[in-house]
């Protein structure tokens, strides 16, 4: 049973590009978090997707957007990088209506420059 | 809005009894979850409590006063591989389910 899964692990990208971080959830799941951990931080929740919309957002700009597929996956889009976006990108996975535990992915590494 | 403190940092030694509390203030609560964080890993779940009362799961305990707004995380029999950042979150009950963390506690065990 794969777990979350994300992809790319590692990223590095120059002020004002554009990224897409993505996320499998674990099999089963149908609800998808996306957090920001800065180093030496808690993770912040940016949103959550369930049943392809966005159900509930954190205190994060509009620059951060995201998306949720049929198969429940999801990608979570940033425009304009500054470099205060450096962060560890983390994805959970729940259940929606039974037990609230998250599971969390490895997180992708995003490098701003 | 929302409020997790816990201490930055902790040290303890081999076999060692640990204690690591968290306060919170928040809207909506739905519950408070422990994490387990390794130094470039995501993290794991230890323990989820949503009524007031001990839970217990092998070496680690965690307690929950909702009046209180207290929880801690107790661990018994440190060993060296329970050196890791422990995180505090809070689960907020509004559109959505999600976690409201704490900054991390850095638990660091010796020899």
């Known amino acids: 049973d794969a777990g979350v899964t994300q992809s790319p692990t590692h990223l590095i990208k120059t002020r004002g590009q554009q990224v897409t971080l993505r996320c499998s959830p674990k099999?089963?799941?149908?609800?998808v978090s996306w957090y920001q951990q800065a180093l030496g931080q808690g993770p912040q929740f940016i949103f959550q997707y369930y049943e392809e919309e966005e159900r509930q957002r954190g205190n994060f700009p509009d620059r951060f957007s995201g998306h949720q597929f049929p198969n429940y996956s999801s990608e979570l889009n940033v425009n304009a990088l500054l470099l205060g976006d450096s962060a560890l990108y983390l994805c959970?996975?729940?259940?929606?209506?039974?037990?609230?535990?998250?599971?969390f992915g490895p997180g992708t590494r995003l490098t701003v420059t | 809005g929302q409020n997790i403190d816990q201490p930055t940092e902790m040290t303890a030694t081999e076999g060692a009894i640990v204690q690591i509390n968290c306060t919170y203030q928040?809207?909506?609560?739905?519950?408070l979850f422990w994490y387990q964080q390794h130094a470039g890993e995501a993290p794991t779940f230890l323990s989820y409590n949503v009524l007031d009362g001990l839970e217990e799961k092998g070496r680690f305990s965690s307690f929950l006063s909702r009046s209180k707004g207290y929880s801690y995380l107790l661990l018994k029999e440190l060993q060296m591989k329970d050196s890791a950042s422990y995180l505090c979150a809070v689960l907020r009950n509004q559109a959505g389910t999600a976690l409201i963390f704490g900054k991390g506690t850095t638990l660091s065990v010796s020899s």
């Open positions: 959970a996975s729940s259940l929606e209506g039974g037990a609230y535990e998250q599971y």
């Open positions: 099999s089963g799941h149908d609800t």
């Open positions: 928040t809207s909506g609560f739905n519950g």
